[in-house]
Nanobody, 115 residues
Framework: QVQLVESGGGLVQAGGSLRLSCAAS????????MGWYRQAPEEQRELVAF???????HYAEAVKGRFTISRDNAKNMVYLEMSSLKPEDTAIYYC?????????WGQGTQVTVSS
């Protein structure tokens, strides 16, 4: 059973930075792709960024140049470095992993950016 556990969320002022972490049970080598989604109140969940097993990254336009996704295969961790945070980045952030046709989700971590 795959488990993803996020951490690192919190309250930060606009312009600040946070690093989110996602710990995966077992080796992340087996995942084709790992990424981050977010969901703001009364909004649909949206893709923030992903990184494939061969190093291809993709970012939502809204976060390009401000967020960076990385993975540490040795530690089975995926990170999302967030800088120049804006109030509109406020959301619950979810870690996501894909293996074949299977998708896995963490429980989410709250990020709140105050103006």
């Amino acid at each position: 059973q795959v488990q993803l556990v996020e951490s690192g969320g919190g309250l930060v002022q606009a312009g600040g930075s946070l690093r989110l972490s996602c710990a995966a049970s077992g080796s992340i080598f087996s995942f084709d792709l790992m990424g981050w989604y977010r969901q703001a109140p009364e909004e649909q969940r949206e893709l923030v960024a992903f990184r494939t097993s061969n190093g291809i990254t993709h970012y939502a336009e809204a976060v390009k140049g401000r967020f960076t996704i990385s993975r540490d295969n040795a530690k089975n961790m995926v990170y999302l470095e967030m800088s120049s945070l804006k109030p509109e980045d406020t959301a619950i952030y979810y870690c996501n992993a894909v293996r074949g046709r299977n998708k896995y989700w963490g429980q989410g971590t709250q990020v709140t950016v105050s103006s």
